[in-house]
């Protein structure tokens, strides 16, 4: 019966993998959501650990490799850290990827510009409403301030 829970946190656990990677704090979280014991999801932890099947440093890197070009920095760090990955492991992520957040901006800034030509003249007022959306998104002034000076 004891090995029964076990096994049965093992398979959720398994299964949650399954359809997307996810980090130790995730997989914990969703484990005690479905309602398995501290014990159990402990033990489900170490099981899937044991193959490789989480790993925060992992996660960490191929986030920030997926998300490079669309999103800030900032950004980033910030959904990992929502995600709990520990504070090493994202800046070993940054330190492993050459991080350029100008394609990422010029990106962002297009679709806020909703397909005008960049030489169009853009108000002021339009100016400043699109650099506080860029803001927003974690860009840095100064890099928002060069991209929007080369509207003009």
């Known amino acids: ?7 049965a946190g093992r398979k959720k656990a398994m299964a949650l993998l399954l359809h997307k990677d996810r980090t130790r704090w995730e997989l914990c979280d969703r484990l ?9 999801v402990e033990d489900a932890i170490a ?6 099947y989480i790993d925060d440093r992992r996660y960490a890197v191929r986030f920030a490799e997926i998300y490079c070009e669309s999103r800030s920095i900032k950004r980033i760090r910030q959904d990992l850290m929502k995600r709990h990955v520990p504070e090493e492991y994202i800046e070993d992520a940054f330190e492993q990827i050459q991080w350029d957040d100008s394609g990422a ?4 800034l297009n679709k806020l510009l909703k397909g005008r030509e960049l030489s169009e003249d853009i108000s002021y007022e339009e100016k400043q409403k699109i650099a506080a959306k860029l803001y927003r998104k974690g860009f840095q002034t100064d890099d928002i301030i060069r991209e929007l000076d080369h509207l003009k």
């Open 47 to 52: 099981y899937v650990e044991s193959f490789h």
């Open 1 to 7: 019966m004891e090995e029964e829970r076990f096994l």
């Open 32 to 40: 005690v959501r479905a309602g398995f014991e501290d014990d159990v």
């Open 105 to 108: 901006l010029t990106k962002e």
